[in-house]
């Protein structure tokens, strides 16, 4: 995949939209193909925030999530090391792309947005790794030692995902900056880093901070 193939995705919804490369400053390690702001020389139009906000491309913004656990992974490597881990809403891919960085046996994207997972394979490539490619949590391969995932409850529907992560991998490590409270005394937290989404989208400062937690030991 190429940066041209991104932004063929990125304007059908922004037609002045385009990618480059940077390095989030919640995780500089990990190179991205992400949205590039110089292209706003001015507001968007009515009919460009429609179109955004309808179709958001989710994967060209690094969210502070990802750059947490990306981070975090890196630092603690045993955790993926000669492991199969799977990125669960994997967007840019940057934690999948970190858990190949650290030594991941297999490392899979795993996103329903087919951008998306075109993006984690051109932002692995530009990292010198490859990542596995998974379309639908259905679909996924059997025998996963470790369950990732960012910023995937966003949505207090989504908090049934806490238990489906724990029966699909013996280790789930999960970063989140929306729930102050999981409701799941499995996951332990671990540390709470401060971080923005880049290129930055001036969100609640509250959202900036980004609570990591380790659940482990499930019978498989």
């Not at 995932?149 to 490590?173: H, I, S």
Request: with cysteine.
């Amino acid at each position: 995949m190429s940066a041209d193939c991104l932004n063929a995705h990125l304007r059908k919804t922004l037609a002045r939209g385009r990618v480059a490369v940077s390095r989030p400053a919640g995780c500089e390690r990990v190179a991205l193909y992400l949205f590039d702001p110089t292209v706003l020389e001015g507001p968007l139009s009515h009919e460009e925030a429609q179109a955004v906000v309808a179709e958001p491309a989710y994967w060209s913004f690094c969210w502070a999530s990802g750059q947490v656990l990306a981070s975090w992974i890196l630092d603690n490597p045993g955790l993926v090391e000669g492991k199969r881990v799977l990125d669960f809403g994997s967007g840019s891919g940057i934690v999948a792309v970190a858990a190949a960085m650290a030594g991941a046996r297999e490392a899979i994207a795993c996103d329903i947005d087919p951008a998306a997972l075109e993006a984690a394979s051109a932002n692995a490539a530009l990292n010198g790794v490859s990542v596995g490619l998974c379309q639908d949590w259905a679909d996924r391969p059997d025998e996963l030692d470790v369950v990732t995932a960012a910023d995937v409850l966003y949505d207090p529907e989504n908090r049934p995902l806490l238990g489906v992560f724990r029966e699909a991998a013996p280790r789930v490590l999960l970063a989140d900056s929306r729930m102050k409270v999981l409701g799941d005394s499995a996951y332990r937290r671990q540390t709470t880093i401060e971080a923005r989404t880049w290129p930055d989208l001036h969100e609640f400062e509250e959202f900036n901070k980004v609570r990591i937690y380790l659940a482990e030991g499930v019978a498989r």
